[in-house]
């Protein structure tokens, strides 16, 4: 199939979703604000997990949002163009202080706001990613999906 379509990646991934009626709580000393235009530039020295045209396309649509600590930023997350959360990035410098908690704490909120159930894909061999969806109270899938490229 990867051959016919001209498709070279493949991700082996577990769904995960928060089902939970109650938007979680989560006290943290962020600014979240919305990803505009000119912070492009600031985004891709981080991230080059998507490409250009769709990093630009998420940023237009307002669904990516930076994180900053006394105007320090942090880190960002934001929403795939198919509806999924994602783009989840912590800066080095702030890495394993809860921001990535807080982030994605943010997101579920963000949707579960605007009448959406929050989910996700991760790879199978994140193991990291994988304990931050179960500490969020997020559901995984026993299953596997395969996103394919």
Known sequence: MKKEYELSETLECYQAAYLLESVPACEYDLQIRCAVPNDFAEII?????????????IIERKKLFLAFQNEHLVG??????????????ILPDFRRRGYGVA????????????????????????????ALQQKLGMTISKERIYVVF
């Open 103 to 130: 982030l994605e704490y943010f997101m579920i909120s963000y949707m579960k706001e605007n009448h959406l159930i929050p989910f996700c894909q991760v790879e199978v061999d994140n193991c990291k990613s994988l």
């Open 76 to 89: 960002f997350a934001g929403e795939h163009l198919e509806g999924s959360m994602g783009l989840l990035e």
């Open 45 to 57: 020295k981080y991230y080059d997990k998507l490409s250009d045209e769709e990093l630009k396309k």
